[in-house]
Each structure stands twice: as C-alpha cells, then as structure tokens.
Nanobody, 126 residues
Framework: QVQLVESGGGMVQPGGSLRLSCTAS????????VGWFRQAPGKEREEVAC???????NVVSSLKGRFSIFRDNAENTVSLRMKNLKPEDAAVYYC????????????????????WGQGTQVTVSS
C-alpha cells in the first residue's frame, strides 16, 4: 500500500479558497490514479474529483467551476484547488490512490482505491 498524507485543510470564510495536497511516500504518484473524496458529519462519503494515471481529470458536476485537480510531479503530489468555498463544502477531505487497470485511463466514479489518507479537515465559516 501507498502511504498518503493530505495537507492544506483549515478554516476559511465563505468565498475563500484552499489548496489541498496529497503527498505519497515511497512511490511515484504520477503512475497512480488519484481521487479526492469528502465526508461531512452525518453524510456519506462522496467523490469530489479524480485524475487517472494518464492525466485525465474529472470533477463532479456540482463542483465544476469551483474545484480543480492537478498533479505536481516535481513535488510528487496531487492537489485539489477549491475556490469560492461555501459552508456546504465543509468536510473531511481524503485522497486515495490506486493502480488498477481502470485507473490508467479513467477514474470517474471509481471508489476501490487501494490506499487512503487520513484526511484533512476543511471548515467554511464566517
């Protein structure tokens, strides 16, 4: 399994921005499909965005225009950029990684990642 660590969470006012990063240890994350998920209290975990191993990205439709996902190969990270944050975006955000055949070219809706991080809290409040 890959060790993943999320960072960049915190408290932000409505309308603010955050950049979350998912860093991997011991492996080159460039060769993995990576997904970002979130879970708010009392709610199911939901997909936010993902990037396949070949670089195709997907952001769930309700978040398009505000969230984006990208790789920084030099830093061995996959980041989630979030702007115009709303109170309903508050949640624990998790990244996950995997090397299944599916994740080479596609990642939308994929949930069976091999490795998960511990999560980072995002709070949106005035």
């Amino acid at each position: 399994q890959v060790q993943l660590v999320e960072s960049g969470g915190g408290m932000v006012q409505p309308g603010g921005s955050l950049r979350l990063s998912c860093t991997a240890s011991g492996v080159i994350l460039h060769f993995y499909g990576v997904g970002w998920f979130r879970q708010a209290p009392g709610k199911e975990r939901e997909e936010v965005a993902c990037i396949s191993a070949d670089g195709r990205t997907n952001v769930v439709s309700s978040l398009k225009g505000r969230f984006s996902i990208f790789r920084d190969n030099a830093e061995n990270t996959v980041s989630l950029r979030m702007k115009n944050l709303k109170p309903e975006d508050a949640a624990v955000y998790y990244c996950a990684a995997g090397q299944s055949e599916t994740l080479v070219y596609s990642c939308s809706g994929y949930v069976d990642y091999d490795s998960w991080g511990q999560g980072t809290q995002v709070t949106v409040s005035s």
